[in-house]
């Protein structure tokens, strides 16, 4: 954040949710749901030292059920929890959230591994996020206005609650995004390609391909290769001038399986 602060969900819940309020029967992939409370959480870093270790660490929201999407606000952070986006705030000044609303809900959660992540904040003033794989989402906003989301597709929406919007239809599970310094947007698809750029209310292969006539066309494609992959994840693009030359403006992508 801007205060130099690491914001970090992990979880112990993934890929079997903890029972709650929201949870889905689940998919034949992921059958299994916690006899248990959630007990995952969105940790605070900072104070870092020489060596590169944070010396100080706040748990500052508990009880989230596999949380992969967050992004830091003012007073506190937005954050993913099966089944809604909420606002969790500190109002007390301890460094730890006092509140939880919900923001956004509510979304799909039948396969764990594509769910509301990825939520990057750009300088138009909306948070932009991906929804995956095999999950159907029903998304009030706080105009009435409802967005259905199934399996692959990426959205934005605005930090008080207000906008919920698609932003792209397709792909098959995309995960991470990233802007490069001319304000385009990039997804990686976990199950498909490694990089997209994604252009507003355009359409991309997958698996389940949903292409509308009031769609733009099927957008070009960066990749043709999948590095043998179906875990292709996190992009990032690296424009600042720390690195040597040949390894600036240059995108990075997380492989975990190759």
């Known amino acids: 954040d801007s205060a130099g602060r690491l914001w ?30 959630p007990r995952d959480r969105l940790t605070v870093f900072s104070d870092f030292g020489p060596d590169g270790r944070a010396r100080k660490v706040v748990h500052f929201v508990g009880g989230l059920n596999i949380p992969i999407g967050q992004t830091p606000i003012p ?43 990825s939520y990057t904040r750009w300088i138009d003033g909306w948070i932009y ?16 206005h409802v967005t259905t989301l199934r ?16 932003f792209t239809w397709g792909q098959t599970n995309p995960f991470g995004l990233t802007f490069d310094p001319l304000g385009n947007l990039y997804s990686a698809d976990c199950h498909s390609m490694p990089l997209y750029m994604l252009l507003r209310g355009a ?11 009031d769609s733009l066309p099927f957008a070009p494609r960066m990749i043709f290769h999948n590095h043998g992959s179906t875990g292709i994840c996190g992009p990032a693009f690296y424009a600042a001038d720390q690195f040597p030359p040949e390894f600036r403006n240059c995108f990075y992508l997380c492989n975990p399986v190759t």
């Open 151 to 166: 399996s692959g597709n990426t959205y934005r929406f605005r930090e008080d609650g207000s906008r919920f919007e698609r």
């Open 8 to 37: 970090v969900t992990h979880s112990v819940e993934y890929p079997f949710p903890a029972k709650g309020k929201g949870v889905q029967p689940r998919s034949r992939h992921f059958p299994g749901v916690g006899d248990h409370p």
């Open 129 to 144: 996020g991906c929804h995956g794989f095999s999950n159907t989402s029903h998304v009030k906003d706080g105009s009435g």
């Open 203 to 213: 359409s991309y292969p997958g698996i389940n391909p949903e292409h509308r006539d």
């Open 75 to 117: 007073h506190g952070a937005i954050v993913y929890s099966i089944p809604n986006i909420y606002r969790c705030l500190d109002t007390n000044g301890d460094g730890k959230a006092d509140t939880r609303t919900v923001l956004y809900g509510t979304f799909g959660n039948v396969d764990t591994h594509g769910m509301s992540n």
